[in-house]
């Protein structure tokens, strides 16, 4: 077989990847699931501008935001599991409504602190190690054709190498994962201590400085605590993910990160 026709037959297969992709977001997107892009880069490097994942709707049960019938014989939500530390979760902005997607980092009654970009759970310190550096092409990403952050006191030129400081963080329950920091003492790298509230929780982005998250008031555009009944589901794992401004550019198709399990 030549060259040409595995290349033919790769990009068809793909081509029929995307096309069930979101032949099942239409037909189970009400009950079950709910299809969602990521839009910007609050989240990397876990996720990545053009990931499109399923938002698992039944993992905490329903909520007046999840239940799939027009009128719910119900208010609030009634909880199949409770949510655990480190779960990547779909939620409602508590003031604008809008879709957000962050890491659970606090439960009702955990006090949560950040000092020099550390994160501090119930008065204990919890551990990072280094690792490594995350690199990524300086240009525009996505549909909102956003730039990159890189690295401060780095200046780079569109198309070169932009590179943040990646770390890997274990929360109390076992949970590691990837978190990224651009520069010491911005904003959120120093907080009071938040108290979480009775049936609220604490959300915080990996790209710890390019994320408002729970450490900043809804009064300028942050999350704040958010209500369990705000919770919409939990993202398990990318399906596609696309690098471009369209879904139709598939020179722009990430595959390495097809079906990739959200950690």
Known sequence: MSTNENSDGWLIETIKTVVWALVIAGAFRTIFFQ????????MKDTLLIGDFLFVNKMAYGYSRHSCPFSACPFKGRILA????????????HPVNNSDFIKRLIGLPGDKVQF???????NGEEVPVEEDGTFVEAYDQQGP????????????????????????????PNGV???????ADGRFGDN???????EDEYFFVGDNRDNSQDSRFAQ??????FVP????IGRADRVLFSSAGRSLLFFWTWRPDRFFKAIE
């Open 35 to 42: 299809p969602f892009w990521i839009p910007s880069g609050s």
């Open 81 to 92: 599991s409770e949510p655990e530390r480190g779960d990547v979760v779909v939620f409602r």
């Open 115 to 121: 000092k020099n970009g550390r994160l501090f759970l």
């Open 144 to 171: 909102m054709r956003s730039l990159p952050s890189c690295k401060s006191g780095t200046v780079v030129g569109i198309g070169a190498d932009c590179a943040k400081d990646k770390f890997v963080e274990t929360l």
């Open 176 to 182: 590691a994962h990837s978190i990224l920091n651009v």
């Open 191 to 197: 907080t009071p201590v938040f108290v979480v509230p």
């Open 219 to 224: 009064a300028v555009g942050g999350v704040g």
């Open 228 to 231: 369990k009944e705000n919770l």
